[in-house]
């Protein structure tokens, strides 16, 4: 197949299937962790190095080559729990089959996820506050937090305001941790979550907290916590904890950030 400007064998059209194909199912294996944060940003640093080289852009190019070359040893630091997932699961029996289904079926979700029921997460802080029962919940976005929920117990249960209740029931075997909700679902319970490394976080604020914090730094997800010592309830966001919400004021930041 010849084209005016560029020659393009047959060979070359295989090779392109086969690089985006491992990049798709690189994409598969980080979706809902976040290492995919990290994985988009290698692809934009390599594309913007092949560009300035294409506009022979000497000394910028020579920069991103150096960085790329010694990022490498990093990266195999940096993604070895993505990189032992893909290993064993290319030891799998059923690893040829997966391979040979995507290939030939490549299935994109292009579906809306379904809008947050947040009148159950807000009655359920309300409750615990009025308790003071301490929470923690986090609630997914585009980030699926699969490497968090994998720390817990999973339970893959509708959401419900009774049923957050009862995790969070002093005398319950599920209310140390955190609680994953993502698209109605409450994924699991008793996870662990990061903590923050802010040294200007106030003192006055716990491991709870400081866990809501902790995962709104590395992910988009929304934190919820509700203080078992005062019944106060907050919200962390891209890092930064909101302090002392009412319900109302609680269900219109929800509402805002679900919009479905």
């Known amino acids: 197949m010849v084209f005016d400007f560029i020659a393009v064998r047959f060979l070359d059209i295989i090779d392109i299937l086969l690089v985006a194909f491992l990049l798709y199912e690189l994409y ?17 640093i390599l594309i913007i190095w092949r560009l ?19 990022g490498f040893i990093a990266l195999i630091v940096v993604f070895q729990p993505e990189i032992r997932r893909f290993l064993l699961f290319l030891g799998t029996p059923n690893a040829l089959n997966r391979i040979r289904d995507n290939l030939f079926f490549w299935r994109f979700n292009i579906t809306n996820a379904p809008k947050l029921k947040v009148e159950h997460v807000v009655k359920a802080c309300q409750s615990l506050s009025n308790k003071d029962m301490g929470a923690l919940i986090v609630l997914a976005k585009k980030n699926e937090l699969n490497s968090f929920v994998e720390t817990g ?28 909700i993502q698209k109605n679902k409450i994924r699991a319970a008793r996870c662990v979550l990061p903590i923050t490394r802010n ?36 919200y962390a966001k891209g890092g930064s904890l909101h302090p002392h919400l009412t319900a109302t004021q609680l269900k219109k930041v929800l509402s805002e950030e679900f919009k479905g």
């Open 153 to 180: 117990t999973k339970l893959e249960a509708n959401i419900s305001s009774a049923l957050l209740e009862n995790i969070f029931f002093k005398n319950s075997p599920l209310h140390d941790g955190a609680v994953i």
């Open 52 to 70: 300035v080289s294409a506009l022979e852009m000497e000394l910028l190019s020579k920069i991103l080559g150096g960085f790329i070359s010694v």
């Open 199 to 234: 040294r200007n976080f106030p003192a006055i604020y716990g491991l709870r907290h400081r866990a809501a914090v902790g995962i709104s730094e590395q992910t988009d997800a929304i934190a919820i916590a509700v203080s078992e010592e005062t019944g106060k309830i907050s």
């Open 28 to 44: 598969s294996l980080l979706r809902g962790t976040a290492a995919i944060n990290i994985f988009i940003g290698i692809v934009a």
